[in-house]
Protein backbone atom coordinates (compact mmCIF):
# COMPACT_ATOMS: atom_id res chain seq x y z
CA UNK A 1 0.00 0.00 0.00
CA UNK A 2 3.01 2.01 1.06
CA UNK A 3 4.75 1.30 -1.74
CA UNK A 4 1.50 2.16 -4.16
CA UNK A 5 1.08 5.70 -3.00
CA UNK A 6 4.91 5.84 -3.29
CA UNK A 7 4.57 5.59 -6.99
CA UNK A 8 1.60 7.39 -7.20
CA UNK A 9 3.43 10.55 -5.75
CA UNK A 10 6.70 9.84 -8.06
CA UNK A 11 4.34 9.80 -10.95
CA UNK A 12 2.19 12.76 -10.38
CA UNK A 13 5.41 14.82 -9.41
CA UNK A 14 6.86 13.34 -12.81
CA UNK A 15 3.46 14.80 -14.27
CA UNK A 16 3.61 17.70 -13.06
CA UNK A 17 7.49 18.61 -13.71
CA UNK A 18 6.79 17.33 -16.89
CA UNK A 19 3.76 20.13 -17.26
CA UNK A 20 6.20 22.84 -15.64
CA UNK A 21 8.81 22.71 -18.49
CA UNK A 22 6.20 24.89 -20.86
CA UNK A 23 7.72 28.23 -20.85
CA UNK A 24 5.49 31.15 -19.50
CA UNK A 25 3.04 32.94 -21.80
CA UNK A 26 4.32 36.56 -22.40
CA UNK A 27 1.34 38.27 -21.33
CA UNK A 28 2.04 41.88 -21.73
CA UNK A 29 0.16 42.67 -25.14
CA UNK A 30 -3.00 40.97 -24.05
CA UNK A 31 -2.64 42.72 -21.10
CA UNK A 32 -1.56 46.39 -22.48
CA UNK A 33 -5.18 46.24 -25.47
CA UNK A 34 -7.33 44.10 -22.52
CA UNK A 35 -9.95 43.26 -24.77
CA UNK A 36 -13.30 42.99 -24.08
CA UNK A 37 -15.23 41.71 -27.62
CA UNK A 38 -14.02 38.76 -29.61
CA UNK A 39 -15.12 38.20 -33.23
CA UNK A 40 -14.46 34.66 -34.36
CA UNK A 41 -13.78 34.63 -38.04
CA UNK A 42 -14.46 31.15 -39.81
CA UNK A 43 -11.66 28.92 -39.68
CA UNK A 44 -9.13 28.57 -42.47
CA UNK A 45 -9.14 24.59 -43.52
CA UNK A 46 -6.34 22.99 -44.32
CA UNK A 47 -7.61 19.38 -43.62
CA UNK A 48 -9.64 16.96 -46.01
CA UNK A 49 -12.34 17.13 -43.61
CA UNK A 50 -14.34 19.89 -44.92
CA UNK A 51 -16.93 20.19 -42.57
CA UNK A 52 -14.02 21.19 -40.19
CA UNK A 53 -14.73 24.95 -40.34
CA UNK A 54 -18.11 25.03 -39.23
CA UNK A 55 -17.53 21.89 -36.77
CA UNK A 56 -15.09 23.82 -34.78
CA UNK A 57 -17.12 27.35 -35.33
CA UNK A 58 -19.79 25.53 -33.32
CA UNK A 59 -17.09 24.62 -30.24
CA UNK A 60 -15.31 27.96 -29.72
CA UNK A 61 -17.74 30.45 -28.31
CA UNK A 62 -18.46 28.36 -25.18
CA UNK A 63 -14.89 28.32 -24.00
CA UNK A 64 -14.05 32.21 -24.88
CA UNK A 65 -17.59 33.16 -23.30
CA UNK A 66 -16.35 31.31 -20.23
CA UNK A 67 -13.36 33.04 -19.99
CA UNK A 68 -15.35 36.03 -19.65
CA UNK A 69 -14.94 37.91 -23.11
CA UNK A 70 -18.11 38.97 -25.11
CA UNK A 71 -18.21 36.61 -28.30
CA UNK A 72 -19.93 37.98 -31.54
CA UNK A 73 -22.72 35.51 -32.74
CA UNK A 74 -20.86 33.14 -34.92
CA UNK A 75 -23.10 32.02 -37.67
CA UNK A 76 -24.89 36.03 -37.79
CA UNK A 77 -21.41 36.95 -38.37
CA UNK A 78 -21.03 34.27 -41.30
CA UNK A 79 -24.35 35.20 -42.29
CA UNK A 80 -23.42 38.52 -42.55
CA UNK A 81 -19.93 37.93 -44.09
CA UNK A 82 -21.87 35.87 -46.69
CA UNK A 83 -24.34 38.22 -47.17
CA UNK A 84 -21.71 41.22 -47.91
CA UNK A 85 -19.70 39.30 -50.52
CA UNK A 86 -17.66 36.69 -48.73
CA UNK A 87 -19.08 33.25 -49.51
CA UNK A 88 -15.73 31.35 -48.08
CA UNK A 89 -13.50 31.42 -44.85
CA UNK A 90 -10.56 31.96 -47.32
CA UNK A 91 -11.95 35.54 -48.05
CA UNK A 92 -13.35 35.69 -44.41
CA UNK A 93 -10.03 35.64 -43.27
CA UNK A 94 -8.91 38.61 -45.68
CA UNK A 95 -11.28 40.95 -44.32
CA UNK A 96 -9.23 44.20 -43.35
CA UNK A 97 -8.77 45.37 -39.87
CA UNK A 98 -10.26 48.53 -39.94
CA UNK A 99 -13.64 47.07 -41.81
CA UNK A 100 -14.26 44.63 -38.82
CA UNK A 101 -13.40 48.12 -36.31
CA UNK A 102 -15.72 50.15 -38.57
CA UNK A 103 -18.70 47.56 -38.67
CA UNK A 104 -18.38 45.06 -36.12
CA UNK A 105 -16.32 47.17 -33.46
CA UNK A 106 -15.03 43.93 -32.31
CA UNK A 107 -11.60 44.52 -30.05
CA UNK A 108 -10.22 41.57 -31.43
CA UNK A 109 -10.44 39.14 -34.14
CA UNK A 110 -9.66 34.80 -33.07
CA UNK A 111 -8.56 33.48 -36.74
CA UNK A 112 -8.06 29.51 -36.56
CA UNK A 113 -6.12 27.49 -38.77
CA UNK A 114 -7.10 23.97 -38.95
CA UNK A 115 -4.74 21.70 -39.52
CA UNK A 116 -5.32 18.16 -39.26
CA UNK A 117 -9.01 16.74 -38.55
CA UNK A 118 -11.72 14.02 -38.35
CA UNK A 119 -11.26 10.47 -38.23
CA UNK A 120 -8.50 7.89 -39.15
CA UNK A 121 -8.43 4.60 -39.61
CA UNK A 122 -6.29 2.60 -38.14
CA UNK A 123 -5.53 -1.44 -38.15
CA UNK A 124 -6.81 -2.07 -35.10
CA UNK A 125 -9.00 0.93 -34.48
CA UNK A 126 -10.05 4.61 -35.25
CA UNK A 127 -8.70 8.03 -33.74
CA UNK A 128 -10.35 10.82 -33.99
CA UNK A 129 -7.96 13.81 -34.23
CA UNK A 130 -8.36 17.33 -33.82
CA UNK A 131 -5.59 19.98 -34.51
CA UNK A 132 -5.35 23.77 -35.52
CA UNK A 133 -4.08 26.90 -34.50
CA UNK A 134 -5.32 30.06 -32.83
CA UNK A 135 -4.43 33.89 -32.55
CA UNK A 136 -6.05 36.27 -31.27
CA UNK A 137 -5.61 39.84 -33.23
CA UNK A 138 -5.89 43.09 -31.92
CA UNK A 139 -8.43 45.07 -34.17
CA UNK A 140 -6.80 48.64 -33.39
CA UNK A 141 -2.98 48.04 -33.95
CA UNK A 142 -2.98 44.52 -35.77
CA UNK A 143 -0.33 42.72 -32.91
CA UNK A 144 -0.74 39.66 -31.90
CA UNK A 145 -2.34 39.06 -28.25
CA UNK A 146 -2.20 35.35 -27.53
CA UNK A 147 -2.11 32.25 -29.88
CA UNK A 148 -1.85 28.74 -28.71
CA UNK A 149 -2.28 25.30 -30.64
CA UNK A 150 -5.66 23.33 -30.59
CA UNK A 151 -4.86 19.51 -29.99
CA UNK A 152 -6.50 16.31 -29.14
CA UNK A 153 -7.20 13.10 -30.16
CA UNK A 154 -9.84 10.72 -29.41
CA UNK A 155 -9.13 6.89 -29.61
CA UNK A 156 -12.18 4.86 -28.36
CA UNK A 157 -9.89 2.08 -27.29
CA UNK A 158 -7.71 3.06 -24.89
CA UNK A 159 -10.55 3.94 -22.84
CA UNK A 160 -9.26 7.42 -21.88
CA UNK A 161 -10.26 10.32 -23.73
CA UNK A 162 -8.33 12.81 -22.09
CA UNK A 163 -7.01 11.56 -18.81
CA UNK A 164 -6.74 13.74 -15.96
CA UNK A 165 -7.47 16.60 -18.33
CA UNK A 166 -10.39 15.14 -19.71
CA UNK A 167 -11.79 14.68 -16.65
CA UNK A 168 -11.39 18.06 -15.05
CA UNK A 169 -12.43 19.56 -18.49
CA UNK A 170 -15.88 17.04 -18.79
CA UNK A 171 -17.81 20.44 -17.79
CA UNK A 172 -17.39 22.00 -20.63
CA UNK A 173 -17.78 18.67 -23.21
CA UNK A 174 -22.30 18.42 -23.45
CA UNK A 175 -24.45 17.57 -26.27
CA UNK A 176 -22.30 14.73 -27.00
CA UNK A 177 -25.45 12.44 -27.12
CA UNK A 178 -26.90 14.00 -30.11
CA UNK A 179 -23.53 13.65 -32.03
CA UNK A 180 -22.59 10.25 -31.79
CA UNK A 181 -22.17 9.94 -35.41
CA UNK A 182 -19.70 12.86 -35.51
CA UNK A 183 -17.28 13.01 -32.26
CA UNK A 184 -15.02 16.01 -33.63
CA UNK A 185 -17.28 18.56 -31.58
CA UNK A 186 -16.03 17.20 -28.15
CA UNK A 187 -12.80 16.20 -28.90
CA UNK A 188 -13.04 19.73 -30.37
CA UNK A 189 -14.34 20.64 -26.81
CA UNK A 190 -11.35 18.78 -25.51
CA UNK A 191 -8.54 20.43 -27.69
CA UNK A 192 -9.94 23.52 -26.52
CA UNK A 193 -10.57 23.34 -22.83
CA UNK A 194 -6.76 22.32 -23.14
CA UNK A 195 -5.74 25.25 -24.82
CA UNK A 196 -7.84 27.74 -22.90
CA UNK A 197 -7.22 26.21 -19.20
CA UNK A 198 -3.68 25.81 -19.85
CA UNK A 199 -1.49 27.01 -16.80
CA UNK A 200 1.25 28.45 -18.20
CA UNK A 201 -0.11 29.87 -21.74
CA UNK A 202 -3.97 29.65 -21.06
CA UNK A 203 -6.06 32.50 -22.49
CA UNK A 204 -6.52 35.10 -19.73
CA UNK A 205 -10.11 36.43 -18.27
CA UNK A 206 -11.81 38.80 -19.51
CA UNK A 207 -14.22 41.66 -17.95
CA UNK A 208 -17.55 39.18 -17.44
CA UNK A 209 -15.08 36.86 -16.18
CA UNK A 210 -16.94 35.34 -13.08
CA UNK A 211 -15.07 32.48 -10.65
CA UNK A 212 -17.36 29.18 -11.05
CA UNK A 213 -19.65 28.39 -8.88
CA UNK A 214 -19.34 25.56 -6.85
CA UNK B 1 -23.58 -1.47 -29.77
CA UNK B 2 -26.62 -0.94 -27.54
CA UNK B 3 -24.91 -1.00 -24.65
CA UNK B 4 -22.18 1.02 -25.36
CA UNK B 5 -24.94 3.89 -26.94
CA UNK B 6 -26.12 3.56 -23.23
CA UNK B 7 -22.73 4.41 -21.65
CA UNK B 8 -22.48 7.19 -24.15
CA UNK B 9 -25.83 8.87 -23.43
CA UNK B 10 -25.24 8.49 -19.80
CA UNK B 11 -22.28 9.74 -19.86
CA UNK B 12 -23.42 12.85 -22.02
CA UNK B 13 -25.97 13.43 -19.53
CA UNK B 14 -23.54 13.36 -16.44
CA UNK B 15 -21.75 15.58 -18.31
CA UNK B 16 -24.43 17.83 -19.40
CA UNK B 17 -25.29 17.91 -15.54
CA UNK B 18 -21.99 18.67 -14.20
CA UNK B 19 -22.10 21.64 -17.23
CA UNK B 20 -25.08 23.45 -15.16
CA UNK B 21 -23.01 23.60 -12.55
CA UNK B 22 -20.07 24.97 -13.29
CA UNK B 23 -20.13 27.20 -16.37
CA UNK B 24 -21.33 30.86 -15.65
CA UNK B 25 -23.91 30.93 -18.76
CA UNK B 26 -26.96 28.40 -19.46
CA UNK B 27 -25.37 27.21 -22.93
CA UNK B 28 -28.73 24.81 -23.56
CA UNK B 29 -29.08 23.82 -27.15
CA UNK B 30 -26.99 27.32 -28.70
CA UNK B 31 -24.19 25.90 -30.10
CA UNK B 32 -25.47 22.59 -30.91
CA UNK B 33 -27.68 24.43 -33.18
CA UNK B 34 -25.20 26.19 -34.57
CA UNK B 35 -23.62 22.56 -35.63
CA UNK B 36 -26.98 21.50 -36.97
CA UNK B 37 -27.32 24.97 -38.92
CA UNK B 38 -24.59 23.71 -41.08
CA UNK B 39 -24.36 19.94 -40.64
CA UNK B 40 -28.40 18.97 -40.67
CA UNK B 41 -30.09 21.88 -42.06
CA UNK B 42 -33.57 20.08 -42.28
CA UNK B 43 -33.29 19.44 -37.94
CA UNK B 44 -32.28 22.79 -37.50
CA UNK B 45 -35.16 24.91 -39.18
CA UNK B 46 -35.75 28.77 -37.87
CA UNK B 47 -38.83 27.49 -36.46
CA UNK B 48 -36.82 25.01 -34.65
CA UNK B 49 -34.34 26.85 -33.72
CA UNK B 50 -36.50 29.81 -32.25
CA UNK B 51 -38.37 26.97 -30.29
CA UNK B 52 -35.66 25.62 -28.52
CA UNK B 53 -33.73 28.82 -27.92
CA UNK B 54 -36.73 31.00 -26.64
CA UNK B 55 -37.07 27.45 -24.14
CA UNK B 56 -33.01 28.08 -23.19
CA UNK B 57 -33.99 31.11 -22.21
CA UNK B 58 -37.08 30.00 -20.50
CA UNK B 59 -34.86 27.22 -18.63
CA UNK B 60 -31.81 29.86 -17.74
CA UNK B 61 -34.20 32.10 -16.15
CA UNK B 62 -34.92 29.14 -13.73
CA UNK B 63 -31.79 28.21 -13.22
CA UNK B 64 -31.09 31.86 -11.92
CA UNK B 65 -28.45 31.72 -14.62
CA UNK B 66 -27.32 34.81 -17.65
CA UNK B 67 -27.73 34.07 -21.30
CA UNK B 68 -24.68 33.95 -23.12
CA UNK B 69 -23.07 36.41 -25.48
CA UNK B 70 -24.45 35.78 -28.80
CA UNK B 71 -27.76 33.99 -28.23
CA UNK B 72 -30.23 36.72 -28.31
CA UNK B 73 -28.80 38.41 -31.63
CA UNK B 74 -29.03 34.40 -33.07
CA UNK B 75 -32.42 33.92 -32.10
CA UNK B 76 -32.89 37.65 -33.63
CA UNK B 77 -31.61 36.11 -37.67
CA UNK B 78 -33.87 33.46 -36.92
CA UNK B 79 -36.82 35.64 -36.71
CA UNK B 80 -35.77 37.76 -39.08
CA UNK B 81 -35.32 34.53 -41.49
CA UNK B 82 -38.55 33.50 -40.66
CA UNK B 83 -39.86 36.91 -41.24
CA UNK B 84 -40.90 37.96 -38.04
CA UNK B 85 -39.31 41.54 -38.46
CA UNK B 86 -40.71 42.58 -34.48
CA UNK B 87 -39.22 39.75 -32.67
CA UNK B 88 -36.20 39.88 -34.74
CA UNK B 89 -35.50 43.47 -33.69
CA UNK B 90 -36.31 42.77 -30.10
CA UNK B 91 -33.57 40.38 -29.87
CA UNK B 92 -31.10 42.18 -31.23
CA UNK B 93 -32.04 45.11 -28.74
CA UNK B 94 -31.89 42.24 -26.46
CA UNK B 95 -28.49 41.43 -27.15
CA UNK B 96 -27.43 44.62 -27.32
CA UNK B 97 -28.85 45.54 -23.97
CA UNK B 98 -27.02 42.35 -22.01
CA UNK B 99 -24.04 43.28 -23.82
CA UNK B 100 -22.91 46.54 -25.45
CA UNK B 101 -20.10 45.49 -27.01
CA UNK B 102 -22.34 44.02 -29.54
CA UNK B 103 -23.53 47.87 -30.06
CA UNK B 104 -22.03 48.77 -33.51
CA UNK B 105 -22.68 45.42 -35.45
CA UNK B 106 -26.48 45.38 -34.20
CA UNK B 107 -27.29 48.98 -34.72
CA UNK B 108 -25.84 48.33 -38.21
CA UNK B 109 -27.72 44.94 -39.03
CA UNK B 110 -30.88 47.31 -37.96
CA UNK B 111 -29.99 50.36 -39.99
CA UNK B 112 -29.38 48.18 -42.93
CA UNK B 113 -32.49 45.86 -42.88
CA UNK B 114 -34.55 49.21 -42.46
CA UNK B 115 -32.94 50.68 -45.34
CA UNK B 116 -33.96 47.75 -47.80
CA UNK B 117 -36.98 47.87 -46.32
Not at chain 1, 162 to 179: D, T
Amino acid sequence: MKNLLLSVAVFSILLVSGCATIEPYDYQALKQHAPRSILVIPPINNSVEVNAPYTYLSTVTQPLAEKGYYVFPVSVIDNFLKENGLPTPVEMNSVPLEKIDEIIGADAVLYVDIQDWGQKFQVFSSVTVVKANIKLISVKTGELLWDAPIYAQHDPNSGNSGGLVGALVGAVVSQIAGELTDNTPSVARIANSQAFYSQKRGLLTGPYYQEPKK
Amino acid sequence: MNKSLLTATLLGSLLTGCATTKTQYYWGEYEQLIYQTYHTPGEATPIVQIEKLEADISKAAEAGMPIPPGLYAHLGLMYASNGNKSMALASLQKEKELYPESATFIDGLIKRSSENG
